[in-house]
């Protein structure tokens, strides 16, 4: 069964910096691209970021050149570096296997990242 765990969020000021992190276990892991999503209140959740099993990457247009997904196979993690926060990247932040832009497994709890004006 995988189970995901996400940590690294929290409440900051705008322009300032967070990196997330996101465990992965029970699934072996560096075969399968993954993904960052993030739901925001009262929206629907959107893919920000996705690394492949190569590590290729695409970003959301709305993050490019600010976030950074990278991943660590060896233990079992992805990240994203997250650069000159918003006030408008505030949501709760998941990964997830992404296959093709639609998430795979089950949710994990995710983090909340608040950024303030």
């Known amino acids: 069964q995988v189970q995901l765990v996400e940590s690294g969020g929290g409440l900051v000021q705008a322009g300032v910096s967070l990196k997330l992190s996101c465990a992965a276990s029970?699934?072996?892991?560096?075969?399968?691209?993954m993904g960052w999503y993030r739901q925001a209140p009262g929206k629907q959740r959107e893919m920000v970021a996705t690394?492949?099993?190569?590590?290729?990457?695409s970003y959301a247009d709305s993050v490019k050149g600010r976030f950074t997904i990278s991943r660590d196979n060896a233990k079992k993690t992805v990240y994203l570096q997250m650069n000159s926060l918003k006030p408008e990247d505030t949501a709760v932040y998941y990964c997830?296997?992404?296959?093709?832009?639609?998430?795979?497994?089950?949710w994990g709890q995710g983090t909340q990242v608040t950024v303030s004006s």
């Open positions: 690394i492949s099993a190569s590590r290729s990457t």
């Open positions: 029970g699934v072996l892991f560096s075969i399968h691209s």
């Open positions: 997830n296997h992404d296959r093709a832009g639609v998430p795979i497994w089950d």
